[in-house]
């Protein structure tokens, strides 16, 4: 069935290191996919997205990449900061409108 | 700007009881949707709205009715509440019912079913 999951439910990184997110989607037809970021209490906050005819996007410390052969997304975070600790989301668009959402990692940075 | 607002921020219910949760935004978004998250899964969409007097199911919609009768609100009812609808449960909003615009969470509501 149709199915967005993310590899690690855990991720511990030293702070100022680069982490890595990734996440498997099992539809061929999505065409846009977003990461967001849900710090505890909070609903979830975009980060960043990126279409189907893209296999890169940057922003500001974030990158995401997307490789439909193997149909993966990875979030990287540049140097990252003990603000980045939360629960991070990758969401596919797989039937006009709806997001499908995977089980999130958490991500804890270490001082 | 308020953005998405959402209240109660708690509630507590007993098995077969119903509530109304509530959900605004100011930002003149016709899109609007209501998800849920339970422990160790993501966001599943309940129920979603493209515009005023327009709502469509989404992937776990038994138990819950929605209307959407201006543009800024989009109330969830639990008619008979049941502990398997104890959740968070979060409202979103995007500007149209293009997919390709960023989309916005409330704080969420904490729902428990006793």
């Known amino acids: 069935g149709e199915s967005v999951g993310l590899h690690l439910p855990t991720l511990s990184v030293q702070e100022g290191d680069n982490s890595i997110i990734n996440c498997a989607y099992s539809?061929?037809?999505?065409?846009?996919f977003i990461w967001y970021k849900q710090e505890s209490g909070k609903g979830p906050q975009f980060i960043i997205d990126?279409?189907?005819?893209?296999d890169k996007r940057q922003g500001q410390r974030v990158t995401v990449l997307l490789n439909k052969t193997v149909k993966h997304l990875s979030l990287q975070i540049a140097a990252t900061q003990p603000g980045d600790s939360a629960v991070y989301f990758c969401?596919?668009?797989?039937?006009?409108?709806?997001?499908?959402f995977g089980q999130g990692t958490e991500l804890s940075v270490k001082p | 700007n308020a953005g998405v607002t959402q209240t109660p921020k708690f509630q507590v219910l007993k098995t077969g009881q119903s509530m109304t949760l509530q959900c605004a935004q100011d930002?003149?978004?016709?899109?609007m949707s209501w998800y849920r998250q339970d422990p160790g899964m993501g966001l599943r969409l309940i129920h979603y709205?493209?515009?005023?007097?327009?709502?469509d199911q989404g992937e776990v919609p038994n138990g819950y009715n929605v209307s959407r009768s201006t543009t800024e609100d989009f109330p969830l009812r639990l008619l008979s509440a049941a502990p398997s609808q104890t959740s968070v449960y979060f409202c979103?909003?995007?500007?149209?019912?293009?997919?390709?615009?960023?989309?916005?969470f409330g704080p969420g509501t904490r729902l428990t079913v006793l």
């Open positions: 979103a909003s995007r500007s149209d019912r293009l997919l390709y615009n960023e989309q916005f």
């Open positions: 539809n061929s037809a999505s065409d846009y």
């Open positions: 990126i279409r189907s005819n893209m």
């Open positions: 969401a596919e668009n797989n039937q006009g409108g709806k997001l499908i």
């Open positions: 930002m003149n978004h016709e899109y």
């Open positions: 709205s493209v515009g005023a007097g327009i709502t």
